[in-house]
């Protein structure tokens, strides 16, 4: 059975920084899409980066490019969000997500991503 269990959640003051962990298990995960989402009280659940685990391409939402990077470690089957310069807006419960239907154009879509974490909660103070 595939699980998803994210840390590294937290209060940050604006122009903080927090890095996210997503440790993946239940299976092998080559040719898996990981992404990170997020989800605002009141608001629908975001896509905000994926990362393919075979060959490391990556896809940003607009609102977090350039301030946050996704990364992954093959040994330890962990996906990481390093997130930098982090706005109030930024605060939300963030999920990581796993896939094996990953392609360039529906990245970004929920409805792609079979796999979810119990999610981590970021707060962003001003």
């Known amino acids: 059975q595939v699980q998803l269990v994210e840390s590294g959640g937290g209060s940050v003051q604006a122009g903080g920084s927090l890095r996210l962990s997503c440790a993946a298990s239940?299976?092998?995960?080559?040719?898996?899409?990981m992404g990170w989402f997020r989800q605002a009280p009141g608001k629908e659940r975001e896509f905000v980066a994926v990362?393919?685990?075979?060959?490391?391409?990556?896809h940003y939402a607009d609102s977090v490019k350039g301030r946050f990077t996704i990364s992954r470690d093959n040994a330890k089957n962990t996906v990481y969000l390093q997130m930098n310069s982090l706005k109030p807006e930024d605060t939300a419960v963030y999920y990581c997500a796993g896939t094996q239907y990953y392609t360039d154009t529906s990245y970004y879509a929920r409805g792609v991503y079979e796999y979810w974490g119990q999610g981590t909660q970021v707060t962003v103070s001003s």
């Open positions: 990362i393919r685990w075979s060959g490391g391409s990556t």
């Open positions: 239940g299976r092998t995960f080559s040719n898996y899409g």
